[in-house]
């Protein structure tokens, strides 16, 4: 047993600060790291979806000349797999198949003449959307001459 | 005089808030980014078909009929296959037949986009499977390690002839 003196003295003993000088400088790393790797969400999405699988996919070079088509259920309701009307988003609304080529061509008209080239269709389609839809979204692009089109898809490994 | 002014202490600057305006960049970053990749399979569809154009005739052994029935099924020639057995199909022959194939896709209205997806990613996969082994032959390199000539000329040394024909109406829609 010690005396008691000494264990009074221990008990009184501050304990020394911890240097957080360092702190920021973390942070800021992993700030810089998330908007590197991250974008900003260009849309807000309305319709709920999930692209699919796929093996094959290559990364979208031109962010300019790209025009977003989301197609999945509409509806707000997470936790609901089924319901909800098909519906298709152009870019950021929700728009009638049959109108797509004419806001394409609006589109097509504010880009520079480089980019009309290389104008690209984004195709965010959910994995349970019938291929009708999809098909009727794709003839509409093609009497746009949108045919550049990307399927898009989330990478899996071999 | 000027001595003692020397020796006087600097205030420290109080940086402990720094912590937390990064924090609240950070998290104003996490919010109003999204992590979701921009990838995915890019395809060329053809041009719309002009109204006096006559569809070409092509030897039948050269064409491979791809279908996707209502439920999922998937058919190559009329034969139940799997997506595996579709990559090494349309990989055998486009290797026999470089120029002259044509792979016909066809899908039902009622199809789901992700096996019409898979369908897709099978073929092009084993394109990509011919390519890269070119690629290794003639340049000694995978086709990611190509230039974009050389890519080029892989293209058209084998390329892809996919041809895909409008959805029939009717039936379940």
């Known amino acids: 047993m010690r005396p008691m003196k000494s264990m009074f003295h221990q008990s009184r003993r501050s304990v020394p600060s911890l240097n957080v000088a360092s702190m920021p400088d973390l942070i800021f790393t992993v700030l810089f790291f998330f908007m590197i790797v991250t974008h900003m969400r260009s849309d807000e999405v309305k319709v709920r979806l999930q692209v699919p699988e796929g093996v094959e996919v290559q990364k979208l070079a031109n962010k300019q000349s790209v025009v ?11 936790g609901r797999s089924k319901g909800g009307r098909w519906a298709v988003q152009l870019n950021g609304n929700i728009v009638n198949p049959d109108d797509i080529p004419a806001l394409i061509e609006h589109i097509r008209g504010g880009l520079s003449a480089e980019n009309q080239a290389r104008l690209t269709v984004s195709l965010r ?31 899996i490994k071999k | 005089m000027f001595r003692k002014r020397y020796r006087q202490q600097i205030p420290e600057l109080n940086t402990t808030s720094t912590a937390d305006i990064s924090f609240m960049l950070l998290i104003f970053f996490l ?10 399979l890019l395809r060329q569809m053809a041009p719309p078909p002009l ?12 064409v491979m009929q791809v279908k996707l029935d209502g439920n999922n099924q998937l058919t190559c020639d009329g034969k139940t296959i799997t997506y595996k057995e579709l990559t090494a199909a349309v990989r055998s022959l486009a290797f026999v037949n470089r120029t002259g194939h044509v792979i016909s896709i066809q899908a039902d209205a009622a199809t789901t986009y992700e096996a019409y997806f898979k369908m897709q990613d099978a073929v092009v996969i084993a394109y ?13 390199h995978g086709y990611n390690a190509c230039t974009n000539d050389e890519k080029t000329a892989i293209n058209e040394y084998y390329p892809q002839r996919i041809s895909e024909s409008p959805i029939q109406e009717g039936g379940a829609q």
Do not use: C, W
């Open chain 2, 31 to 40: 919010v109003t980014s999204s992590m979701d990749t921009e990838k995915g």
């Open chain 2, 51 to 62: 109204e006096h154009e006559q569809p070409k005739d092509i030897n039948r052994d050269n």
């Open chain 1, 68 to 78: 977003n088509i989301y197609i999945g259920r509409e509806g707000e309701k997470k």
């Open chain 2, 128 to 140: 990509q499977e011919l390519r890269d082994e070119y690629a290794k032959k003639h340049f000694g």
């Open chain 1, 125 to 155: 389609v959910d994995r349970q959307a019938p291929m009708g839809l999809v098909s009727e979204v794709k003839r509409n692009l093609q009497q746009a001459y949108a045919l550049k089109i990307n399927y898009n898809a989330t990478e």
